[in-house]
């Protein structure tokens, strides 16, 4: 029978340290922008869970969700033109 403790070291890599590396902090920073306008679509929403909606509560919606579309077209702008090395 073969042992597997030779190959334990590759297995586990090195320990996770809990903290953010600087691409995935550099990422969240390009993503603030939508994620903002995702939490104000989601507060939007909430404030409409315990009584009807008014015409100002589907205003607020409305451009809540505008916002969140721009957001991400602007995001994936910026990728495709990352990407593409100019305007896409």
Same mark, same amino acid.
């Given at each position: ?5 030779? +190959?334990? =070291? &590759? ?10 590396? $600087? ?6 920073? #390009? ?10 679509? +989601?507060? =939007? &929403? ?10 100002? $509560? ?6 809540? #969700? ?12 910026? =990728? ?9």
């Amino acid at each position: 029978m073969k042992s597997i403790a030779a +190959l334990q =070291a &590759v297995v586990t890599a090195a320990p996770f340290d809990g903290e953010p590396s $600087d691409g995935e902090l550099d990422a969240i920073e #390009r993503e603030m922008p939508l994620i903002l306008a995702d939490v104000e679509l +989601l507060d =939007a &929403v909430i404030k409409t869970l315990d009584r009807p909606v008014s015409k100002l $509560d589907e205003r607020r919606i409305r451009r809540a #969700r505008h916002r969140v579309a721009a957001a991400r077209r602007d995001l994936t702008n910026r =990728a495709l033109t990352v990407r593409t090395g100019g305007a896409a």
